[in-house]
Nanobody
Framework: QVQLLESGGGLVQAGGSLRLSCAASGRTFSRYAMGWFRQAPGKEREFVAAFSWIGDRTYYADSVKGRFTISRDTAKNAVYLQMNSLKPEDTAVYYC?????????????????WGQGTQVTVSS
């Protein structure tokens, strides 16, 4: 079992930046597939970014490619999402997710563990 806790959300103007953190506890997640998802009001949860321990590869939704960066710190048992050039359409609750397997997944149904979410609001 692993517990995930997101932080770093907030209100930012368009063009600004935020860095989300996801701290894991309960088990060392060095071999977990990790991902970030978001859900805007009235919309389905959507994939944002994923990290694979195989070759330290990263994957992004087309809507955030070039603006967002997912990274990890194994010593701190944490995963991060650096978000730059934020747009009003990035406004959503952002969730960290994990699955006890190697690889990466872009479908939310493939993840077993979820954080409680952190709100990101981008004003125009």
């Amino acid at each position: 079992q692993v517990q995930l806790l997101e932080s770093g959300g907030g209100l930012v103007q368009a063009g600004g930046s935020l860095r989300l953190s996801c701290a894991a506890s309960g088990r060392t997640f060095s071999r977990y597939a990790m991902g970030w998802f978001r859900q805007a009001p009235g919309k389905e949860r959507e994939f944002v970014a994923a990290f694979s321990w195989i070759g330290d590869r990263t994957y992004y939704a087309d809507s955030v490619k070039g603006r967002f960066t997912i990274s990890r710190d194994t010593a701190k048992n944490a995963v991060y999402l650096q978000m730059n050039s934020l747009k009003p359409e990035d406004t959503a609750v952002y969730y960290c997710a994990a699955r006890d397997t190697i690889g990466y997944f872009t479908n939310s149904r493939d993840y077993d563990f979820w954080g409680q979410g952190t709100q990101v609001t981008v004003s125009s």
